[in-house]
């Protein structure tokens, strides 16, 4: 199984980290891997996250990021992939963050089903 993280997803990744390293250089490099840890785990445990239905009636999961606990990884699955939608710190207002995307999300989900996304991971 493999991770993968939605544009948004990597968007949400950096700004956190840029944030995070406006104090502290080290722990955004530490934030940097344990997302990358934290998506290694749901791999091996992908329904290890708390179960969250979206406005449309399809199913996300959210888990929090390893050492950095105040911020949730909100991700699909199948038997193949992890797929990462955004990575956001739990005092934002995520359910508002989630309902905004639904549609964009299930968009992105389907093209990815039938081949048409390109990931932008490393993996």
Request: net charge negative.
């Amino acid at each position: 199984m493999k991770a993968t993280k939605l544009p948004q997803a990597f968007t949400d990744l950096i700004e956190t980290g840029d944030y995070i390293a406006r104090d502290d250089l080290d722990a955004a490099n530490r934030f940097f891997d344990a997302v990358d840890s934290t998506l290694s785990s749901l791999c091996d445990m992908p329904k290890i996250g708390v179960a969250r239905r979206l406005s449309d009636g399809s199913t996300i999961r959210m888990w929090f990021v390893q050492g950095f606990e105040r911020c949730l990884i909100f991700y699909t699955e199948n038997e193949d992939e992890i797929m990462a939608l955004r990575i956001i710190h739990s005092s934002r207002d995520y359910t508002a963050c989630l309902t905004l995307n639904d549609t964009r999300w299930m968009t992105l989900i389907e093209r990815r089903e039938t081949g048409l996304l390109v990931s932008m991971d490393r993996s």
